[in-house]
T-cell receptor
């Protein structure tokens, strides 16, 4: 078990609604990354936050937005939900800029979002 | 789009046998990591191999990396029922992990 927690575990929304997912980083980690994993696929990078600033973004539209707080916890917000947004949303924490230093990312258990 | 591609997509083996899966990728990398995922839950980091390394071991795991062929392999020796999971390779370039679609491994008792 990593020290990364996510809430809620499961969520059901309808098309057009907005959703907020939450992530608490492992102690001592200042970087959080969010991933979307559709059924049967690998995780797709959404964005990364480092010390409260967005550090990079994948191919996701602006209706996917995020925040990182001073305690390094994070939120993922998705507006105007679409059916294709149904997926497992994973957050991962690490120290520093994980990619450049090759640091391991520690994943939370995920939030399963279903859009009807 | 996904950077890495695992092969095979699925693998079924008997307990005690070895399992080998391969990963190919497209662009240059800082390092490559392998993760395990049980039943659609969070990913667990297994092993990291840097671009200047060719082979790495961790317990029953052996990872190789061939940067000239842009490929990596993961070998699990003496498999156990608890090894039943999906395995993903992830390439690291700049700040992000890019995952393949994974190999689903089923270990039969």
């Amino acid at each position: 078990e990593t020290g990364v927690t996510q809430s809620p575990t499961h969520l059901i929304k309808t098309r057009g609604q907005q959703v907020t997912l939450r992530c608490s980083s492992q102690s001592g980690h200042n970087t959080v990354s969010w991933y979307q994993q559709a059924l049967g696929q690998g995780p797709q990078f959404i964005f990364q936050y480092y010390r409260e600033e967005e550090n990079g973004r994948g191919n996701f539209p602006p209706r996917f937005s995020g925040l990182q707080f001073p305690n390094y916890s994070s939120e993922l917000n998705v507006n105007a939900l679409e059916l294709d947004d149904s997926a497992l949303y994973l957050c991962a924490s690490s120290t520093g800029l994980a990619g450049a230093r090759g640091d391991t990312q520690y994943f939370g258990p995920g939030t399963r979002l279903t859009v009807l | 789009s996904q950077q890495g591609e695992e092969d095979p997509q699925a693998l079924s083996i008997q307990e005690g046998e070895n399992a080998t899966m391969n990963c190919s990728y497209k662009t240059s990398i800082n390092n490559l990591q392998w993760y395990r995922q049980n039943s659609g839950r969070g990913l667990v980091h297994l092993i990291l191999i840097r671009s200047n390394e060719r082979e790495k071991h961790s317990g029953r795991l052996r990872v190789t990396l061939d940067t000239s062929k842009k490929s990596s392999s993961l070998l699990i020796t003496a498999s156990r029922a608890a090894d039943t999971a999906s395995y993903f390779c992830a390439t690291v370039n700049d700040y992000k992990l890019s995952f393949g679609a994974g190999t689903t491994v089923t270990v039969r008792a």
